[in-house]
């Protein structure tokens, strides 16, 4: 596997990574192996905190430690309920990086700088891109709609949040949504990131932690398989199955917010994607699941991506007629 052309920017530096590829947190299928995996093949991997209670995350890191020297993070949605526990396993156990989401950036940014931790805050808004330059953090990945997991309500797909918030803040800035291939990395690049994370791309790899059911069932996803629902809750982009139909009627029969809170009941995100209820479950996928048609090493991701980004870049002017 050759891997070309050395690289260096802002977000490289900041992180300490060869390649602008990371790996989004992702609840249920990113641990220390798909960490670990993604850091070792020269990306950022990121241990998905929000499915794991404290001793399983401190399992996690210690784990990921072990498994790599190089650079990785967690990723801390910061309405968690034990979240002091988290942030103190971070200090304790010296994670060098931290990508929070879902929350105010002010709440714990501070403290985690304090540390000397890099902070990184999720945004689906150049509204909160702001807000989050002004809280302190050392970066923002802007995150539109496409994307596999919770989500923006307003909507914003990557094409035009990307130069919103290139516009509004000026620290390094790292696409997320929709993005599978080393074109898409370069298109995001041409809006102004300055790297890109990836979440629905790497599920489908031996590394990550979800049901290979759920893997081979984004392999086999098809344009509009995918689509962001519970809306009024807390919105969320999921592959369509039984439970999402259900989902669906209840909605449009006007079923109110704790009608749907009670047909969400609890772990449905743990049945689907860890346990392999393909039928019950919540299945968080992106709309890039119909680009993907193969389950493969996380450190082919990582090379595939970047010399797809290199040779495109590298292409004459063929866009413009
Ligand atoms: C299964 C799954 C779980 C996710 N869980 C989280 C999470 O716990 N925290 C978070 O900040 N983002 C989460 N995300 C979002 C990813 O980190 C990433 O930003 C997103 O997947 C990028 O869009 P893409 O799916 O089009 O690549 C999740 C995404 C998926 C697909």
Redesign the pocket.
Request: charged share 20%; net charge negative; proline share 4%.
């Given at each position: 596997m050759t891997i070309g052309q050395d690289f260096e920017n802002r977000v490289t530096r900041l992180l300490g990574i060869k390649y602008p590829i990371i790996?989004?947190?992702?609840?249920?299928?990113?641990g220390w192996r798909l960490a670990a995996a993604v850091s070792n093949a020269g990306g950022l991997g990121?241990i998905?905190?929000?499915?794991m209670y404290p001793d399983v995350l401190r399992a996690h890191v210690k784990k990921c430690k072990a498994a790599t020297s190089l650079p990785f993070a967690v990723?801390?949605?910061l309405l968690y309920p034990s979240i002091e526990e988290h942030v103190q396993t971070i200090i304790d156990e010296k994670v060098p990086i931290v990508?929070?989401?879902?929350g105010n950036p002010r709440t714990w940014t501070a403290k985690l700088k304090e540390h000397g931790i890099v902070v990184v805050h999720?945004v689906s808004s150049a509204k909160f891109a702001a807000k989050s330059q002004a809280a302190g953090v050392d970066a923002v990945?802007a995150?539109?709609f496409?994307?596999?997991?919770?989500?923006g309500r307003e909507e914003t797909t990557?094409m035009c949040l990307i130069p919103a918030v290139r516009r509004e803040v000026d620290i390094p800035l790292i696409a997320?949504?929709?993005?599978?291939t080393g074109r898409a990395m370069l298109a995001a690049m041409v809006l102004g990131a300055e790297g890109v994370?990836?979440?629905?791309?790497?599920?489908c790899t031996p590394e990550a932690s979800?049901h290979p059911g759920?893997k081979q069932s984004v392999a086999d996803a098809a344009e509009g398989d995918t689509m962001l629902t519970l809306k009024r809750l807390t919105p969320v982009?999921l592959l369509k199955n039984e439970f999402y139909h259900r989902v669906e009627l209840a909605e449009r029969s006007g079923t109110d917010d704790a009608g749907l809170a009670t047909l969400l009941g609890r772990g449905r995100?743990k049945l689907g994607?860890f346990e392999g209820d393909l039928t019950e479950g919540e299945?968080?996928?992106?709309?890039?699941?119909s680009l993907i048609d193969s389950v493969i090493p996380a450190a082919e991701v990582v090379a595939g991506v970047w010399n797809e980004f290199i040779a495109a870049n590298n292409e004459p002017l063929l866009y413009v007629k």
């Amino acid at each position: 596997m050759t891997i070309g052309q050395d690289f260096e920017n802002r977000v490289t530096r900041l992180l300490g990574i060869k390649y602008p590829i990371i790996q989004g947190g992702m609840i249920w299928a990113a641990g220390w192996r798909l960490a670990a995996a993604v850091s070792n093949a020269g990306g950022l991997g990121i241990i998905g905190a929000g499915s794991m209670y404290p001793d399983v995350l401190r399992a996690h890191v210690k784990k990921c430690k072990a498994a790599t020297s190089l650079p990785f993070a967690v990723n801390l949605p910061l309405l968690y309920p034990s979240i002091e526990e988290h942030v103190q396993t971070i200090i304790d156990e010296k994670v060098p990086i931290v990508f929070t989401s879902a929350g105010n950036p002010r709440t714990w940014t501070a403290k985690l700088k304090e540390h000397g931790i890099v902070v990184v805050h999720v945004v689906s808004s150049a509204k909160f891109a702001a807000k989050s330059q002004a809280a302190g953090v050392d970066a923002v990945v802007a995150e539109g709609f496409e994307a596999g997991g919770h989500n923006g309500r307003e909507e914003t797909t990557t094409m035009c949040l990307i130069p919103a918030v290139r516009r509004e803040v000026d620290i390094p800035l790292i696409a997320a949504g929709g993005i599978a291939t080393g074109r898409a990395m370069l298109a995001a690049m041409v809006l102004g990131a300055e790297g890109v994370q990836m979440g629905s791309r790497f599920v489908c790899t031996p590394e990550a932690s979800s049901h290979p059911g759920f893997k081979q069932s984004v392999a086999d996803a098809a344009e509009g398989d995918t689509m962001l629902t519970l809306k009024r809750l807390t919105p969320v982009r999921l592959l369509k199955n039984e439970f999402y139909h259900r989902v669906e009627l209840a909605e449009r029969s006007g079923t109110d917010d704790a009608g749907l809170a009670t047909l969400l009941g609890r772990g449905r995100a743990k049945l689907g994607m860890f346990e392999g209820d393909l039928t019950e479950g919540e299945l968080e996928i992106g709309q890039v699941s119909s680009l993907i048609d193969s389950v493969i090493p996380a450190a082919e991701v990582v090379a595939g991506v970047w010399n797809e980004f290199i040779a495109a870049n590298n292409e004459p002017l063929l866009y413009v007629k």
